[in-house]
């Protein structure tokens, strides 16, 4: 789960990161509001998007006066910001941070990820922070600093001390960024983090040391064990469909292609992929919907499917073992029933209960292709769909 930017703030200050006086607004005139308690002459108006690139994408800006502000703030509330991050439709702005504006003499780059290969959290950091790190990372991969962190003895001071030494802070400064480095550090152990980031950590003229931006990622199978993080989430922030799959239990990603699938185990979600793509085709989702699935949780994972609107196919490929082919079949047919689709529909099933799960579908009478390998199903869902798309342009075309 990602949070918002002035949230991961909020948390890191209390783990001693300093960060500028700022607040948050939903409306221009709060915004203007807030840049009055907040004081001094400059403020930055930032969007609050779940995405970095903001500053090239216009969702950050500098203002020199209240009215400033107002009118930036009016111009962000409602927009759809388009990052480099979020892909091309975007994410609302609904939520607005203002800033005392701070005078910048240097911006470093500090981050704490899960590597997965070392299966230890990793601090990386960098003396060229800012807007240009990814371009830095490609170009100059041998100035990042990278540091393992050993998880039976935490982040013992020299090490952080080291990291310190190696952004190149000015010597004044070096105690405190071993102070927000260790703090970082203990953020992401304590809240179940997968991701700390703070980019730009800036040195400013004054000579003093500000988190400007952070970004923190959790991990969402603790969250259950972190309430207090847990209701940081921002449903408006993520995928609709894959929001709605997760309230209801059920485990949806959502893709780019045109066909819907629903199966039981992400291996078998990785397999059927592959046969889509394998016979030509794509697929616009994948729905797991996990083991001893019954027919109420079916229907529900089906309707889910179909509501995507990309979705011009669907296949269900289910390998009952926990589950009953005999359920799956049910659900479907329940689903169906009550709210008829307008599209081909094909099914692979196989395992417990097989039989039964066959026959409910073929007495049903309704208009579902049935397929007995994965490769067959693969074959005809693709076909199903190229087919469905072209009676949907035609479609198109003959409307006025
Ligand atoms: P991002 O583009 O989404 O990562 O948003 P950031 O919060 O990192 O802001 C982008 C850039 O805006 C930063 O790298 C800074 O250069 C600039 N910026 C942000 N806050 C301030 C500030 O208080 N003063 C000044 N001068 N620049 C700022
Ligand atoms: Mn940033």
């Not at 702005?93 to 070392?118: C, F, M, P, Q």
């Not at 990622?217 to 940081?232: G, H, I, K, Q, S």
């Amino acid at each position: 789960m990602d949070i918002h930017e002035y949230q991961s703030k909020e948390l890191l200050s209390r783990f001693g990161i300093p960060i500028p006086r700022g607040g948050l607004a939903y409306s221009p005139e709060q915004a203007a509001y807030r840049a009055r308690e907040i004081g001094g002459e400059r403020w930055v108006v930032k969007a609050q998007v779940h995405s970095g690139g903001r500053g090239k994408a216009g969702g950050v800006a500098l203002c020199h006066t209240e009215n400033e502000v107002y009118e930036t703030a009016d111009k962000l509330f409602g927009a759809r910001l388009v990052t480099e991050q979020t892909g091309g439709t975007g994410k609302v702005v609904y939520r607005v941070y203002i800033e005392g504006a701070v005078s910048i003499a240097k911006e470093l780059y500090l981050g704490l990820v899960l590597d997965r290969t070392a299966e230890r959290i990793m601090v990386v950091a960098s003396q060229s922070g800012g807007m240009e790190i990814n371009e830095i990372s490609r170009t100059r991969p041998d100035s990042i600093i990278r540091s393992v962190i050993e998880p039976a003895v935490g982040m013992p001071v020299f090490q952080a001390r080291e990291i310190a030494f190696q952004l190149g802070v000015p010597l004044a400064l070096i105690n405190e960024t071993v102070e927000v480095i260790s703090g970082c550090y203990q953020a992401f152990e304590q809240l179940d983090a997968t991701m700390v980031e703070i980019n730009p950590l800036v040195v400013t003229e004054e000579g003093s040391l500000f988190a400007l931006d952070a970004k923190m990622t959790f991990d969402d199978n603790a969250l259950f064990r972190r309430p207090d993080v847990a209701e940081l989430r921002d449903k408006s922030q993520e995928d609709p469909r894959e929001t709605r799959a997760a309230d209801r239990g059920l485990s949806y990603v959502g893709l780019d292609g045109t066909i819907g699938c629903i199966v039981n185990g992400g291996g078998l979600a990785m397999a059927t992929m592959d046969m889509i793509k394998l016979s030509g085709g794509s697929a616009a989702n994948f729905l797991d919907i996990g083991g001893g699935a019954s027919p109420e949780r079916m229907a529900k994972a089906f309707r889910l499917v179909v509501s995507d609107q990309n979705v011009a196919a669907v296949l269900i490929n289910v390998f009952a073992g926990i589950n009953r082919c005999d359920w799956v079949a049910e659900g479907l047919v329940q689903a169906i029933r009550r709210d008829p689709v307008g599209v081909p529909i094909v099914v692979r099933l196989a395992g417990a209960y097989v039989d039964e799960g066959r026959r409910i579908i073929s007495q049903s009478g309704l208009p579902i292709i049935h397929a007995s390998t994965l490769a067959e199903a693969a074959t005809r869902v693709v076909k199903a769909a190229q087919s469905a798309n072209v009676a949907n342009d035609v479609s198109r075309l003959i409307k006025p």
